[in-house]
C-alpha cells in the first residue's frame, strides 16, 4: 500500500466549499455564549408590530402625503417648502397651508424627507412605507423623540424652562407607562415640578429674581431702610439685585411653578399631536398603544445600557467592545448608540480607529461594527484610513456598505489578497476568543476552492498573525493529514521558507 504526500491527499480530497464570506459575522459566534439576554417581550396587551405601524401610518397620513406629493411636484433643489409650494400642495390634497407646513415638518423629522446639503429627497423610509412595518415604527418613533420641535412651545416662555421641562418629560411618560390608564393631570404637574426643581438643584443653580437681603445690625438691633442706604449698603450695589427694588416692574421674573403649568399643558398636547397619548378635557392623560409601546421600547433600551457586562457607555472604546463582545448583534448596537451619544464624534470616531489599529482582531471588527452606527460623520476618517493595510478590508467593506451596495456582494469590493487578509484576520479572532469547532466552520468561509490553494496565498498574505493561526487550525484539525500540511505552511511561515 503505497502513501501519498499531504499536499497531495489534500488537493485530492479536501476541496472546501464556495461560500459568501462572512468574517464579521464568524468574529461575532466566536464570543457569543447561550448567556445573551433574551429578547424582552413587550407589555402584555400591546398590540402586534402591524397594528401599531397602522396606527402609525393613521398619524403621518398627510406627511406621506406631502412627502409623496412634494417628490414628484416640487423642485427637489431647495429645502423649505416655499409659500406658492404650500399654496400648490394645499390645492392638490385638499389641506389648509397650514396643514400642508405641519405636515412637511412631519415628513422631515420622521426621515420621510432627508436633506443632503441644501436639498430635500424622498427618504428610504417613504420608499418603504407601504410594505415595511418596522421602518414606519422607526419613522414614528423619530418623530415622537422630536415631539417638541413638531410642536414649538410659546414664544412668551423662556427657552431655559423650555428645556427643563423637555427634559424632564420622560419620568412623566415613565409614570404614564407604569400606570397603564389614565393620570390625572395635576399630578403630572406635581411630578413635572418636582423634577424641574431636581434638574436646577443638580446645576446647582440660583433662584431668579429678587432675594431677600439680611439687615445690617446696629446698637439698637436691625437696621432700617435708612441705615441700608449709603456707599457701603446701597441697594445698587448689592449682588443679584441689580438696583430693582422689589415689585419693581423691571425686575426678572421668577422661574417657578408658575411658568411650569403652561409648559405642561403644551407638553401633553405636542405628545397628543404626534398620537403618544390622549387628553380627556385636559383632565387626565392616557397613553396611546403606540405611546406604550415607545416608552417601553425606551425603558428596555435604558435596562440593556445598565445590564452590559463593563459598564460600557463610561468606559474607553477599548473595554466598551470587549464588554459588547459577548452581546447579539441588536443588543450591541444600543450599547454602542449609548456609548457615542455621551461623546463628541469626531473624538469618539478617533478613539474607535485607535482601537482598531490594535493586536486583537476581535476588536478590529467590533469598532467598525460600532463605526456603521456613527454613519455619515465617521467618512471622512474611514476613507483616511483605507491605505492602512491593517484596516483596509475593514475600511472598503464600510464604505461599500455605506454607499448602498447589497449585503450580499459587499464582499466583492475586495480583491482577492484583501479578502485573504480579512480571513486570516478573522481566524485570529476565532482562535484568540472562540471555540476550535468555529474555527473549522471558518475554514469554509475561504474565497479559494482548496485547502492548498488557501495556505499558498495566506503564506503570502503577510499577515503578523498567520503562524499562529495556522497553528491553531492545524490542532484543531481532525484530519491528519490536512493538519500536517497546515503545520508545515506553519513552519514555512515561521522560518521564512517557500
Given at each position: 500500500?503505497?502513501?501519498?504526500?499531504?499536499?497531495e491527499?489534500?488537493?485530492?480530497?479536501?476541496?472546501?466549499?464556495?461560500?459568501?464570506?462572512?468574517?464579521?459575522?464568524?468574529?461575532?459566534?466566536?464570543?457569543?455564549?447561550?448567556?445573551?439576554?433574551?429578547?424582552?417581550?413587550?407589555?402584555?396587551?400591546?398590540?402586534?408590530?402591524?397594528?401599531?405601524?397602522?396606527?402609525?401610518?393613521?398619524?403621518?397620513?398627510?406627511?406621506?402625503?406631502?412627502?409623496?406629493?412634494?417628490?414628484?411636484?416640487?423642485?427637489?433643489?431647495?429645502?423649505?417648502?416655499?409659500?406658492?409650494?404650500?399654496?400648490?400642495?394645499?390645492?392638490?390634497?385638499?389641506?389648509?397651508?397650514?396643514?400642508?407646513?405641519?405636515?412637511?415638518?412631519?415628513?422631515?423629522?420622521?426621515?420621510?424627507?432627508?436633506?443632503?446639503?441644501?436639498?430635500?429627497?424622498?427618504?428610504?423610509?417613504?420608499r418603504a412605507?407601504?410594505?415595511?412595518?418596522?421602518?414606519?415604527?422607526?419613522?414614528?418613533?423619530?418623530?415622537?423623540?422630536?415631539?417638541?420641535?413638531?410642536?414649538?412651545?410659546?414664544?412668551?416662555?423662556?427657552?431655559?424652562?423650555?428645556?427643563?421641562?423637555?427634559?424632564?418629560?420622560?419620568?412623566?411618560?415613565?409614570?404614564?407607562?407604569?400606570?397603564?390608564?389614565?393620570?390625572?393631570?395635576?399630578?403630572?404637574?406635581?411630578?413635572?415640578?418636582?423634577?424641574?426643581?431636581?434638574?436646577?438643584?443638580?446645576?446647582?443653580?440660583?433662584?431668579?429674581?429678587?432675594?431677600?437681603?439680611?439687615?445690617?445690625?446696629t446698637?439698637?438691633?436691625?437696621?432700617?431702610d435708612?441705615?441700608?442706604?449709603g456707599?457701603?449698603?446701597?441697594?445698587?450695589?448689592?449682588?443679584?439685585?441689580?438696583?430693582?427694588?422689589?415689585?419693581?416692574?423691571?425686575?426678572?421674573?421668577?422661574?417657578?411653578?408658575?411658568?411650569?403649568?403652561?409648559?405642561?399643558?403644551?407638553?401633553?398636547?405636542?405628545?397628543?399631536?404626534?398620537?403618544?397619548?390622549?387628553?380627556?378635557?385636559?383632565?387626565?392623560?392616557?397613553?396611546?398603544?403606540?405611546g406604550?409601546?415607545?416608552?417601553?421600547v425606551?425603558?428596555?433600551q435604558?435596562?440593556?445600557?445598565?445590564?452590559?457586562?463593563?459598564?460600557n457607555?463610561?468606559?474607553?472604546?477599548?473595554?466598551?467592545?470587549?464588554?459588547?463582545?459577548?452581546?447579539?448583534?441588536?443588543?450591541?448596537?444600543?450599547e454602542?448608540?449609548?456609548?457615542?451619544?455621551?461623546?463628541?464624534?469626531?473624538?469618539?470616531?478617533?478613539?474607535?480607529?485607535?482601537?482598531?489599529?490594535g493586536?486583537?482582531?476581535?476588536?478590529?471588527?467590533?469598532?467598525?461594527?460600532?463605526?456603521?452606527?456613527?454613519?455619515?460623520?465617521?467618512?471622512?476618517?474611514?476613507?483616511?484610513?483605507?491605505?492602512?493595510?491593517?484596516?483596509?478590508?475593514?475600511?472598503?467593506?464600510?464604505?461599500?456598505?455605506?454607499?448602498?451596495?447589497?449585503?450580499?456582494?459587499?464582499?466583492?469590493?475586495?480583491?482577492?489578497?484583501?479578502?485573504?487578509?480579512?480571513?486570516?484576520?478573522?481566524?485570529?479572532?476565532?482562535?484568540?476568543?472562540?471555540?476550535?469547532?468555529?474555527?473549522?466552520?471558518?475554514?469554509?468561509?475561504a474565497?479559494?476552492?482548496?485547502?492548498?490553494?488557501?495556505?499558498?496565498?495566506?503564506?503570502?498574505?503577510?499577515?503578523?498573525?498567520?503562524?499562529?493561526?495556522?497553528?491553531?487550525?492545524?490542532?484543531?484539525?481532525?484530519?491528519?493529514a490536512?493538519?500536517?500540511?497546515?503545520?508545515?505552511?506553519?513552519?514555512?511561515?515561521?522560518?521564512?521558507?517557500?
Amino acid at each position: 500500500m503505497t502513501s501519498r504526500k499531504p499536499d497531495e491527499q489534500l488537493a485530492r480530497n479536501s476541496r472546501l466549499r464556495l461560500v459568501r464570506p462572512r468574517p464579521l459575522a464568524t468574529a461575532r459566534r466566536a464570543v457569543t455564549t447561550r448567556r445573551t439576554r433574551s429578547a424582552p417581550r413587550p407589555p402584555e396587551g400591546t398590540p402586534p408590530p402591524a397594528e401599531l405601524a397602522r396606527q402609525a401610518r393613521e398619524v403621518l397620513a398627510d406627511a406621506v402625503r406631502i412627502a409623496r406629493w412634494a417628490a414628484v411636484e416640487r423642485d427637489p433643489g431647495t429645502t423649505p417648502l416655499a409659500a406658492t409650494a404650500r399654496e400648490r400642495a394645499a390645492a392638490a390634497l385638499d389641506l389648509t397651508p397650514l396643514q400642508v407646513r405641519a405636515g412637511w415638518d412631519r415628513a422631515r423629522l420622521a426621515g420621510l424627507v432627508e436633506l443632503h446639503g441644501g436639498t430635500a429627497r424622498p427618504g428610504w423610509r417613504l420608499r418603504a412605507w407601504d410594505r415595511d412595518d418596522m421602518a414606519v415604527l422607526r419613522g414614528w418613533v423619530a418623530l415622537f423623540d422630536a415631539w417638541s420641535l413638531a410642536h414649538p412651545a410659546p414664544d412668551d416662555v423662556a427657552p431655559t424652562a423650555v428645556a427643563e421641562v423637555v427634559e424632564a418629560v420622560p419620568q412623566l411618560l415613565s409614570l404614564l407607562q407604569l400606570s397603564a390608564g389614565p393620570v390625572l393631570v395635576p399630578v403630572l404637574l406635581d411630578l413635572l415640578e418636582q423634577r424641574v426643581e431636581e434638574l436646577r438643584e443638580e446645576r446647582c443653580e440660583v433662584p431668579y429674581g429678587p432675594q431677600a437681603q439680611p439687615l445690617p445690625m446696629t446698637a439698637d438691633g436691625p437696621a432700617g431702610d435708612g441705615a441700608a442706604a449709603g456707599p457701603a449698603g446701597d441697594r445698587a450695589d448689592r449682588p443679584g439685585d441689580g438696583g430693582a427694588p422689589a415689585g419693581d416692574p423691571a425686575a426678572p421674573a421668577a422661574s417657578g411653578p408658575a411658568t411650569v403649568s403652561p409648559l405642561l399643558d403644551w407638553a401633553l398636547d405636542g405628545l397628543a399631536a404626534v398620537g403618544a397619548l390622549t387628553l380627556d378635557r385636559g383632565r387626565s392623560a392616557t397613553l396611546t398603544p403606540l405611546g406604550n409601546w415607545a416608552v417601553w421600547v425606551k425603558l428596555e433600551q435604558i435596562c440593556v445600557a445598565a445590564q452590559s457586562p463593563a459598564g460600557n457607555i463610561e468606559q474607553s472604546a477599548e473595554d466598551m467592545l470587549r464588554g459588547c463582545a459577548r452581546l447579539t448583534p441588536g443588543p450591541a448596537r444600543a450599547e454602542y448608540r449609548a456609548w457615542l451619544a455621551a461623546r463628541i464624534v469626531s473624538s469618539a470616531v478617533a478613539e474607535l480607529l485607535g482601537v482598531a489599529r490594535g493586536e486583537d482582531a476581535l476588536l478590529r471588527g467590533l469598532a467598525f461594527e460600532a463605526l456603521r452606527v456613527v454613519g455619515a460623520p465617521a467618512e471622512a476618517e474611514v476613507r483616511a484610513v483605507a491605505d492602512e493595510p491593517s484596516l483596509r478590508p475593514y475600511a472598503l467593506l464600510w464604505l461599500a456598505e455605506y454607499e448602498g451596495a447589497d449585503p450580499e456582494d459587499v464582499h466583492d469590493v475586495l480583491s482577492r489578497e484583501e479578502a485573504t487578509w480579512l480571513w486570516v484576520d478573522t481566524a485570529a479572532a476565532v482562535a484568540d476568543h472562540g471555540e476550535p469547532q468555529l474555527l473549522l466552520r471558518h475554514l469554509d468561509s475561504a474565497v479559494q476552492g482548496t485547502v492548498p490553494a488557501l495556505l499558498e496565498e495566506v503564506r503570502a498574505g503577510g499577515h503578523p498573525r498567520t503562524v499562529q493561526v495556522l497553528v491553531a487550525l492545524a490542532a484543531a484539525h481532525p484530519d491528519p493529514a490536512l493538519a500536517k500540511a497546515v503545520r508545515r505552511a506553519a513552519f514555512q511561515v515561521h522560518t521564512g521558507g517557500a
